[in-house]
C-alpha cells in the first residue's frame, strides 16, 4: 500500500483474480467519518485482452538464412498463418496505404488474401510455456514455401488458433540480399545497388523505374559499379505519370524503394551545404574580406561545370554597390591556367558598406557565382590593452582596484588616455573546479543584473592606472557569481581599443553544492535516488555546517482555461512533501542523502536553518512499464489530464466493486474516472458513491470509505468508496485499451 495525495493504492493487483483487501477500523473517510470495525472489499481484475503483436523491425529479412519474425502474444496460446505473396506489379498500389516498417491489422490483414494476394502456404503454430496474462515472445519460424513461392513481397497473417478474441494482424516482408541507394539531381535519377552481406556493387541487376500509375517509365542494368542512371525528362511526370518507385530485380531476388518516402536529410542539423548550382558553376575567392576606399580588389573565378569539369566559357564580372546599382563590369580573359582574374580599383569616395561580386554567363541570367565583402575607412589597433592582475575577488560594499595598462604599438606608453569600464554579473551553477559535478544555487531563479559603468581616470606616464570596481551590494540570489569586465581606452583620435578580464564574486552567504548520483536527473522507478550534499564558504573554501533537506514531490494537475474563445488544459504543479531530514556535513566532506522513491516527479531543497534554500532539477523516475503521456524524460509534463472509459456491474450484495476497463476511442490515457450505478451515483450497501480509475494491476482507495452500518452516523452514510486502478502497461501494448 502506498499512498498518493488524497488516495490509498494497492499496488500489484494481480490479472484474473479477485483480492480480498480489508479497510481497518479507524481509516478516516469524509466529513470526519471513521470506520467503526473492519470492513472487507473484494476487488476483481479481468484478464488482458488476447493481443498479436509483430515485431515491425524485422520487414527486411536477409536472404541466405532461415528466416524468421518476431512476434508476441498475450493471452493466446495457439495462432493461425497464412502466409500471402504481393507480386512485384501489385507493389506500388499496395504501398498507398502500407510504409515498410509498419504492420498490417484488423481489416486490413483479413483482406489480404481476397485483394492483394494469393496464400501460398497455411499452417497453425502451438506457441510453448503459456502463461495467462503475460507478455510472451517468440521467433517464428518461416515456412520453405516462402523461398520457392518466387520474388515479391510476403505478408505472414496471424490469427488466434485457441479460440480466443483477437484481432488479426499481418506483417509484410521482403526477403533479399540487394540495397538500393537513390540520389536525385537536377541531371537525373542515381541508384546503386549493394549487396546486403558483402556490402559490395552489384553488377547486372536490372532496376525499373515506375510511375504513380504502375507504368513502367523505363529499365536500366548496373554496371561493374552497382549504378544505374535514368535521365531528367523521366522525373518530370505530374500526377499518374510522376515517378513513384525503384524495383531491382535479379533472378528470383527483388527489392523495392519507394522514392516519396522521407529522404536521408540533414539540413536540420547543419550539414546542408550550398545549394545545387546547375550545369554551370563559378568557384569565386578574393585577397581578403575588407578594403578601405581607393584600394585594388583582387578578384579571381573558376567555371566548372555539373560534374566539376573546368569550361571555357567568357564570364561576364560585375561589382555592386552596397545600394545594388553597378559599379564597373567587365568581360576578363582567361589566364593559361584556366582562373580568370579581374582587379578593380576602388575609388576614394567609395561608400561604407558590403559590396557584392556576380559572375554571370548570360548577361540576362541569374549569375552562377557570387561573393560579398566589406569597403570601411578602418584603421588598424594601435594601442595595447591589459588589464589585471587582480588583488582579490569582488566584494559587495567595497572597492576593487584593478590595474590597467596601455601603450601604442610603435612603443610610446599610453601616458594621459582615458577611457571606460562595464561591469556584468553572471550566475553560475558549477564555477569551482575541485567541485564542477555539483550544483549551487535554485534550479529555477532568473537572475537579470544591470549593467555598471566606471570611469577610468588618465593614465600616468608609463602608461599605467586602475579603475576602482565596486557593488553597492550584494545582488539578490543562491548562485554564485562572476563579473564580466570589459576596458576601453580611447586613443587621441576618439578610438577606442579594448581588452576583458573576469574576476569571482564572493558570496555574501555560504554556498549550498548538490550532486545527484545518478544521470540525466532519471531514475528507475523503486529505485535509490542518491545526493552528495557540500558547504562551502562565500569564497569557495569547505566549511562544516547543520543543514536541512526535504524532499518534495510535485503532482501535476490540470484546470481548464479559456484563451481567445479556445478552452484547453493548463497544468498546475503541486508540491507534497515526501521526507525532511537533518544533515551533519563535515568541511571537505560530501555527505550522502538518498531515498528509494516511486514512479512520479521530485525535488530536492537543502537549506541552512536560517538562510535561503537550494533546490535540484525537479527529477523525474522512468518506468518503462507504464504509459504516460509525453514520457517521463527531464522535465516531463502532461499538458491534459489522462482518460480512459470505464464501467461497473451491478452492487454486489456483500460490498463486491466489480471494476472492468471499458473502450474509449481518443483516450488520453490510462487512468479515469467513474460514478457508477443508477444516475452515475450507485451506492453499496453501507453507503457510498462508486468513483474509479481503472485498469489492471494496481487499485487506489480515495480519502471517502465505505461506512458500514457501525459508522458514527449510520442514518447519513456519506463516506463514498473511492476506487482507482493504474494498469501497467508494456511496449506490446500500445494501440490498446
Not at 520457392?148 to 494482424?169: E, F, K, N, Q, T
Not at 564558504?537 to 562544516?544: K, L, R, V
Not at 537543502?606 to 527529477?619: K, S, W
Not at 474509479?692 to 452514510?717: F, I, T
Request: aromatic letters at 6%; charged letters at 25%.
Amino acid at each position: 500500500m502506498v499512498r498518493e495525495g488524497d488516495q490509498l493504492c494497492a499496488v500489484g493487483l494481480p490479472y484474473g483474480q479477485t483480492t480480498r483487501l480489508i479497510l481497518r477500523t479507524g481509516l478516516p473517510g469524509e466529513d470526519g467519518l471513521r470506520l467503526m470495525r473492519d470492513t472487507p472489499v473484494r476487488v476483481a481484475m479481468p484478464n488482458r485482452a488476447p493481443r498479436i503483436i509483430f515485431d515491425n523491425s524485422s520487414f527486411l529479412l536477409p536472404r541466405g538464412q532461415e528466416p524468421r519474425v518476431g512476434l508476441a502474444t498475450i493471452n493466446i496460446s495457439a495462432i493461425k498463418l497464412r502466409l500471402v505473396r504481393v507480386t512485384e506489379r501489385n507493389l506500388v498500389p499496395f504501398g498507398r496505404d502500407w510504409r515498410p516498417g509498419e504492420a498490417i491489422e484488423g481489416y486490413g490483414a483479413d483482406e489480404l488474401p481476397e485483394t492483394w494476394g494469393r496464400v501460398v502456404w497455411e499452417g497453425r503454430a502451438e506457441l510453448p510455456g503459456f502463461e495467462a496474462n503475460r507478455v510472451q515472445r517468440h521467433a517464428l519460424p518461416l515456412p520453405e514455401a516462402f523461398r520457392a513461392a518466387g520474388p515479391g513481397l510476403y505478408a505472414l497473417v496471424a490469427r488466434p488458433g485457441d479460440g480466443s478474441r483477437a484481432r488479426a494482424m499481418a506483417l509484410p516482408v521482403i526477403v533479399t540480399d540487394l540495397g538500393l541507394t537513390a540520389w536525385r539531381s537536377p541531371q537525373g535519377l542515381a541508384v546503386q545497388v549493394r549487396g546486403l552481406q558483402a556490402g559490395r556493387p552489384e553488377a547486372g541487376v536490372q532496376v525499373r523505374l515506375l510511375a504513380t500509375n504502375n507504368d513502367i517509365l523505363a529499365t536500366a542494368e548496373t554496371g561493374p559499379d552497382g549504378l544505374a542512371r535514368f535521365a531528367a525528362p523521366l522525373l518530370r511526370g505530374t500526377g499518374p505519370m510522376a515517378p513513384k518507385a525503384l524495383h531491382a530485380a535479379r533472378g528470383d531476388d527483388l527489392v523495392a524503394l519507394d522514392l516519396e518516402a522521407a529522404s536521408f536529410d540533414l539540413s536540420d542539423r547543419g550539414a546542408g551545404g550550398v545549394a545545387h548550382p546547375g550545369p554551370l558553376d563559378a568557384f569565386l575567392w578574393l585577397d581578403r574580406g575588407i578594403y578601405r576606399p581607393g584600394e585594388t580588389v583582387q578578384a579571381a573565378a573558376l567555371l566548372r561545370d555539373g560534374g566539376g569539369a573546368p569550361v571555357d566559357l567568357p564570364a561576364r564580372f560585375r561589382l555592386r554597390r552596397p545600394n545594388g546599382s553597378v559599379f564597373a563590369e567587365a568581360v576578363p580573359a582567361r589566364e593559361p591556367g584556366g582562373a580568370i582574374l579581374w582587379p578593380v580599383a576602388l575609388v576614394g569616395g567609395a561608400p561604407a558598406g558590403v559590396w557584392t561580386l556576380e559572375v554571370l554567363a548570360d548577361p540576362n541570367a541569374p549569375p552562377i557565382g557570387r561573393t560579398e565583402f566589406r569597403v570601411d575607412a578602418f584603421v588598424p589597433e594601435r594601442l595595447e590593452v591589459r588589464a589585471g592582475p587582480a588583488p582579490g575577488p569582488l566584494v559587495p560594499g567595497q572597492v576593487l582596484d584593478l590595474p590597467v595598462y596601455a601603450r601604442f604599438l610603435y612603443g610610446a606608453s599610453g601616458a594621459g588616455l582615458t577611457g571606460e569600464a562595464e561591469l556584468r554579473l553572471t550566475a553560475l551553477r558549477s564555477p569551482f573546479e575541485q567541485y564542477r559535478d555539483f550544483l549551487f544555487g535554485l534550479t529555477d531563479e532568473q537572475f537579470a543584473p544591470d549593467l555598471l559603468s566606471f570611469d577610468i581616470e588618465p593614465l600616468d606616464g608609463e602608461g599605467r592606472g586602475s579603475v576602482a570596481l565596486s557593488l553597492p551590494r550584494a545582488p539578490d540570489t543562491t548562485r554564485p557569481l562572476r563579473a564580466e569586465i570589459g576596458i576601453s581606452i580611447d586613443e587621441p583620435g576618439g578610438r577606442a581599443s579594448r581588452t576583458s578580464v573576469t574576476l569571482p564574486v564572493r558570496s555574501a552567504h555560504r554556498l549550498i553544492g548538490v550532486r545527484p548520483l545518478f544521470n540525466d536527473f532519471a531514475i528507475d522507478a523503486d529505485a535509490e535516488a542518491g545526493f552528495e550534499v557540500i558547504l562551502l564558504e562565500g569564497d569557495g573554501s569547505p566549511a562544516a555546517g547543520r543543514l536541512r533537506a526535504r524532499l518534495v514531490r510535485e503532482r501535476p494537475d490540470w484546470r481548464i482555461v479559456t484563451r481567445g474563445s479556445l478552452a484547453r488544459y493548463e497544468t498546475v504543479w503541486r508540491d507534497e512533501a515526501v521526507d525532511s531530514t537533518e544533515l551533519q556535513v563535515e568541511a571537505g566532506h560530501p555527505t550522502r542523502f538518498a531515498r528509494r522513491l516511486p514512479f512520479g516527479r521530485y525535488r530536492l531543497e537543502v537549506a541552512e536553518p536560517g538562510g535561503p534554500r537550494h533546490h535540484l532539477h525537479p527529477f523525474p523516475q522512468r518506468l518503462g512499464r507504464v504509459r504516460i503521456r509525453g514520457g517521463a524524460g527531464q522535465g516531463g509534463c502532461r499538458r491534459r489530464p489522462p482518460r480512459l472509459c470505464a464501467g461497473r456491474d451491478r452492487p454486489h450484495p456483500h460490498h463486491r466493486a466489480l471494476c472492468r476497463p471499458g473502450q474509449c476511442r481518443g483516450a488520453d490515457g490510462p487512468a479515469g474516472r467513474i460514478a457508477g450505478g443508477a444516475g452515475g451515483r450507485g451506492r453499496h450497501r453501507g453507503g457510498g458513491a462508486g468513483r474509479c480509475r481503472l485498469g489492471a494491476g494496481r487499485l487506489c482507495l480515495g480519502h471517502g470509505l465505505p461506512a458500514g452500518r457501525d459508522a458514527a452516523r449510520p442514518s447519513r452514510p456519506r463516506a463514498r468508496p473511492g476506487l482507482a486502478a493504474t494498469r501497467p502497461r508494456l511496449a506490446a501494448d500500445r494501440g490498446g485499451h
